[in-house]
């Protein structure tokens, strides 16, 4: 069994994919580390497969997994997990904004602190676009009041974490999965260190403002009741609204100041509650919506192809 396995999902990354492995390679054969490299093409529709079964090819420790469907990179990620062997797993993107030659710092702080599960590499000066890094932001903080995490604590793609949790994490069976809620709801052994950003090799980020926060909200969702926490204070706040007003508009009867009395009342106290009613009914429509995906049973993924062949041979009769 190898020491280390790296877990690399991959979408539209064919001009640097080998690049990013031989790298990944080379800095673990210079550690002395056994390892794996475990390449997941989340079905892209370039030439990232055929760079994958070229790859595995020329180097014996690189695995390839080809989906058939576009999953996202969270389930390619979990295909990945679930078929990884190591003592200790490292996440990491197929851009090359996580650094091969960080993979040793992650190991090192792995290894010297044993009470650790999982080690986060962060970025001081991350290489995205401004409203990417504005989103981060806002999304780890949402991360740490739904999941109650340590304050200062962050959130990174690009971790490395021993075996037992990675089996933890695998025994989940959620569809729409988050790998930090996931994780933070499994240990609180997590820890930070800093590490080197590089900005995207080519090509652009598949990560929109929009698509961010949807995410964050679904992990919200099945992680905690802070949506519906947040419905009950809005409800709550309108109550105390609709009594302030109730009295401002008797006060002003009382004065006689209202030419039509009770017109303006009814006007703003249905409008009000209108959208609190309907803002109430989205949240739970989306809870509803989830849990009707949950009962489905839909398998995460299906796998089209894996190299070396899982259903090939172990060996001549002669090696028997």
């Known amino acids: 069994m190898p020491d280390i396995s790296i877990v690399i999902p991959a979408y539209k990354s064919s001009a640097w994919l080998n690049d990013l492995v031989r790298e990944t390679a080379s800095t673990l054969n210079s550690l002395e ?14 030439s990232t497969w055929d760079v994958i079964a070229r790859t595995a090819q020329d180097l014996p420790n690189v695995r390839g997994i080809q989906l058939m469907n576009n999953e996202g990179q969270v389930r390619a990620t979990l295909c990945g997990l679930q078929h990884s062997r190591g003592d200790i797993v490292i996440t990491m993107d197929d851009d090359f904004q996580h650094r091969p030659d960080q993979l040793q710092r992650l190991i090192q702080a792995l290894e010297h602190n044993p009470e650790m599960d999982c080690v986060m590499g962060v970025f001081e000066h991350k290489k995205h676009s401004f409203y990417r890094n504005l989103g981060s932001r806002i999304i780890n903080r949402l991360n740490q009041t739904a999941f109650n995490m340590p304050r200062g604590l962050r959130s990174s793609g690009f971790r490395a974490m021993r075996r037992q949790l990675v089996e933890v994490i695998c025994a989940h ?42 995410l964050a909200f679904d992990n919200i969702c099945h ?6 926490r947040l ?3 809005t409800g709550l ?23 039509v009395p009770g017109w303006t009342t009814i006007i703003l106290l249905l409008t009000f509650f209108s959208g609190v009613i ?8 989306e809870y509803l919506f989830m849990v009707l995906k949950e009962v489905r049973g839909r398998p995460l993924y299906f796998v089209r192809k894996s190299l070396p062949d899982a ?10």
């Open 33 to 46: 580390l056994s390892h794996e490299i475990i390449i997941v093409d989340d079905c892209s529709p370039d």
């Open 173 to 214: 069976r959620i569809l729409n999965p988050s790998l930090s809620m996931l994780i933070f709801s499994s240990t609180r052994r997590v820890m930070n260190i800093s590490l080197e950003h590089s900005p995207r090799r080519a090509g652009k980020s598949n990560y929109t403002l929009r698509r961010q926060f949807r």
């Open 223 to 228: 992680a905690s009741m802070l949506p519906l």
């Open 237 to 259: 706040a309108a109550s105390g609204l609709s009594l302030a007003l109730m009295l401002f508009y008797f006060v002003r009867y009382l004065l006689g100041a209202i030419l």
């Open 311 to 320: 259903n090939a041979p172990k060996g001549t009769p002669d090696d028997r």
């Open 278 to 285: 309907l803002f109430a009914l989205g949240v739970i429509g």
């Open 231 to 233: 419905v009950s204070l």
